[in-house]
């Protein structure tokens, strides 16, 4: 191992010397930039797939994200692209930056404030480049 860098860290210059491998204009990866290659999927596909197709009564899309950011936030926020890509789905499907920062506010008296703090940077995250793209 060398000297002073963490597991994850070699892990990376690993991914990074494969990515140069397969593609040498690679110079380096970054999860967070791969992840933007993945588009958001607009609200009406998300509800026919993950619930309304099925019951007209269900909860909506936006609803359905919300709960999955305070899940995901009851966990520490430790899945990054995961909790990124569904703040991007929930904007996608109407949810407004105040919703999403209540929705992980609320989750502080559950998960703590140590993982409300970690979701709300990656949330902020999110919507800076959000607010980054429509400029």
């Known amino acids: 191992m060398s000297a002073g860098k963490t597991p994850f860290e ?8 494969m990515a140069k491998a397969f593609n040498p204009a690679l110079e380096t990866f970054s999860p967070k930039g791969y992840e933007a290659l993945w588009p958001t999927m607009p609200k009406e596909m998300m509800e026919m797939a993950f619930g309304r197709g099925i019951s007209k009564e269900g909860l909506d899309a936006k609803t359905r994200l919300l709960l999955t950011i305070a ?4 966990q520490g926020a430790q899945a990054e692209t995961p909790f990124r890509m569904t703040v991007r ?5 109407g949810a407004t930056k105040d919703e999403i ?7 502080s ?27």
Do not use: K, S, W, Y
């Not at 559950?110 to 409300?116: C, H, N, V």
């Not at 709300?120 to 607010?131: G, K, P, S, T």
């Open 10 to 17: 070699l892990m990376m210059e690993q991914a990074q010397e």
């Open 71 to 74: 899940g995901l936030t009851m």
């Open 89 to 93: 789905h929930a904007m996608e499907a």
């Open 101 to 107: 920062a209540e929705t992980i506010a609320q989750m």
């Open 109 to 135: 008296m559950f998960a703590g404030l140590p993982a409300m703090n970690r979701a709300m940077e990656l949330a902020r995250d999110v919507m800076d480049d959000q607010e980054d793209d429509e400029q």
